[in-house]
Each structure stands twice: as C-alpha cells, then as structure tokens.
C-alpha cells in the first residue's frame, strides 16, 4: 500500500513537472474607432460611477465595440485555444504607418487589467464566481505598428516618451518592418530596453517570395541581445483554398522565407503565432511544432517557440513596464575610528621585543 501511494505521487510530480505552457501571440482584433471616438465623448458627460460598476462597463466596452458576428467569433477561438491547451493568448490591435495615442484608443475598454473574457482568464475568473476546475487561458493585450515606409522612421512611429504611459496599457508591443530602413529602425534603436521599447518584430513572410530586405546576422544579433524575438505566423500554411486564392505560392513564401529567418538567428529568439482569424485557423501545440519541423527547426527549438521563448518574452516586457522604477541610493557610512587600548600597546611591544631577542639569537 505504502509503495502504491509512493509511485502515485512520484507519477503525479513527473506530471506536473512534464506540463508546458504553451502560448499564441498574435490574436488580431477587431477594432473600430468611431465607437471609441463616441465613448471617449460620452465619458466626459457622465459623471464617475462606483469602482466596481465601472471595472464592469469596461469588461464590457471591449465587446460591445464588436458587432455580434465579431464577438461570437472571437469568443469561439479564445475557447478553442484553451481546449487545445494554450495557456496564455494575445489579442493583437494592429494599426498603420504610426501610433498615434489620441486617434487611435485602446480597444480593450478603460481598464487594461480586465481582459475581454473574464470568465476565462485564471486572474479575473475567481471574481466572477468561476471556481478554478480547469487551468483557463491568460488574455494578454497587444500593438503591433506597420511600418508601410520609411516615413514612419524619418517622422516618428509613436515610439517615444511622451506616449510611454499609453504605450504601458498594451502588455506586448511589436512592429512589422517593410523596408530596410524600418527594419534596421527596429532592430537597433526601438529594440533598446526602454519604457516604450518593442518585445517581437513581425515579418509577413507570407506576402512575397522574398522580403523588401536582407536579414543581415549583425542587425539581426542587435535585436536578439537585447531581448527582442521574431515571429513567423503559420496562418498562410493552414489557409483554405476558398479564402486565399494563392495559397499555394502564400506557402511556398512563408517556408522559404521561415528558413532565411532561421539562417540569420541561428534558431534563437524565434516564436511561432496563428494570427488566426477564426477557429479554423489554429492547430493544436504539437501539430505548430511538426510544423515548425518543416520550416527547418529542430526538435527542441520548436517546442521553445511555442513556450520558452514566449515566457521569457513576457517577463522581459513587464521589465518593461517597470523601467522607471526607483531605487534608493545607498549611503556609505564611514568606518568609526576605534583607539587601542592599554592592553594592545604592552602586547605589541612584547612581540617586538620578542623578535629583537630571535635576531640577536640568529
């Protein structure tokens, strides 16, 4: 009986220990601006309501921007993903040429502590009065700038200071480079560890048989050392037929170009997202590694790219989102000054008169 119980909880350790969080990055959402832009004016005239009815208008407020299709549709992929096995998502919010703050608002709601499907996420549920019986899904918000021209690095992308507290209500923030001066942009300067630095650099790699720029292994080690990954999206590998009408020469572009990415970084610092825009666009965890297989990745990398890699991602963004903490400055006191007592002197002068008596004795 005693070795029974020992062997199940043996088993049961090796289990928990063999568990792996797996996680998908890039969920685009469905954003519209006029309503923002209405809610924005509407909030002015109406006056400040309890904090716990308002953290409920901002649950609220993210879906009610949907329209009724959208919402049935993102809440069946967020289901999807959790019974796949993913344990943390991100939903994308993706905007053109340059980020601009006031134009374009968070669309997540008010409050970007409370994702869009509280019931789910293992942080809100408990608040809510959903018990804990399953692991749920971890809903991360995220940005990510097209940079469509070099414009946008000669003029500013929105990446800069004055817009870091903006910037800070988005947990991941990331570029899609298609020049080279936009890529070099993002590399170098954006990738520096600073409030309002970017965590990934997406590339389309779907879109043409080869990128607009050369992956050269010196820039691409500069984004890699501090802390910046880059992804590749499988969604034109899974594409139907009736959606994408080139979808075989989508496929051929992506492959070719996963495995230029691969050459330049080695294998590190890449993850793997669906960028799926409904449920049949994802695949389960081990199906994104045999695909990851055959864009050149080995066993251990692929597995990394849907999990390791992603976990260290987001503790280097929320690094980010502490970047201004402050610390103390120590003050070094100086070191008291003790006098030598009585007993000291007499013992010092013995031992000299002690070696004086050795010398003459040599």
């Known amino acids: 009986m005693h070795v029974a119980n020992a062997l199940i909880a043996i088993f049961g350790l090796t289990v928990a220990f063999c568990i792996t969080m797996f996680c998908d990055l890039n969920v685009p959402w469905p954003t519209r601006d006029s309503p923002t832009v209405l809610n924005s004016k509407k909030s002015k005239k109406q006056p400040q309501k309890k904090a716990i009815a308002e953290d409920d208008n901002n649950i609220q407020e993210a879906l009610d921007l949907l329209t009724p299709s959208e919402k049935q549709r993102m809440s069946e992929l967020t289901y999807e993903l959790m019974e796949m096995g993913y344990t943390t998502l991100a939903f994308n919010h993706v905007v053109r040429s340059k980020y601009d703050p006031v134009s374009q608002k968070y669309p997540f709601g008010k409050s970007h502590c409370q994702p869009p499907f509280p019931k789910l996420d293992p942080r809100t549920r408990k608040a809510h009065g959903i018990e804990a019986y399953r692991a749920g899904i971890k809903q991360l918000s995220r940005l990510t700038v097209v940079f469509d021209s070099d414009e946008a690095v000669k003029s500013g992308s929105g990446f800069v200071s004055a817009n870091a507290q903006a ?176 007993i000291d002197e007499s013992s010092k002068k013995r031992a000299k008169r002690k070696l004086s008596n050795d010398d003459e004795c040599m």
């Open 167 to 342: 910037l800070q209500q988005y947990d991941l923030l990331s570029v899609t480079p298609t020049t080279e001066a936009a890529f070099q942009h993002a590399c170098i300067t954006l990738s520096e560890l600073k409030p309002f630095s970017i965590d990934i650099i997406s590339l389309d790699l779907a879109a043409a048989p080869r990128l607009p720029f050369y992956l050269k292994r010196s820039t691409v080690g500069a984004a890699l050392a501090n802390g910046v990954v880059f992804e590749i999206t499988y969604g034109a590998a899974v594409a139907n037929t009736q959606d994408t009408p080139d979808v075989s020469a989508a496929r051929r572009n992506l492959f070719a170009g996963a495995r230029d990415l691969l050459r330049a970084t080695n294998g590190k610092g890449v993850i793997i997202s669906s960028s799926a825009l409904d449920a049949l666009g994802i695949r389960a965890p081990y199906d994104v590694m045999n695909l990851a297989a055959l864009m050149g990745m080995t066993p251990n990398a692929a597995k990394d790219a849907i999990s390791t890699t992603c976990q260290s991602l987001m503790i280097r963004a929320e690094t980010r989102q502490t970047f201004r903490g402050t610390v103390s400055k120590p003050y070094v006191l100086p070191a008291e000054h003790k006098p030598t007592s009585g």
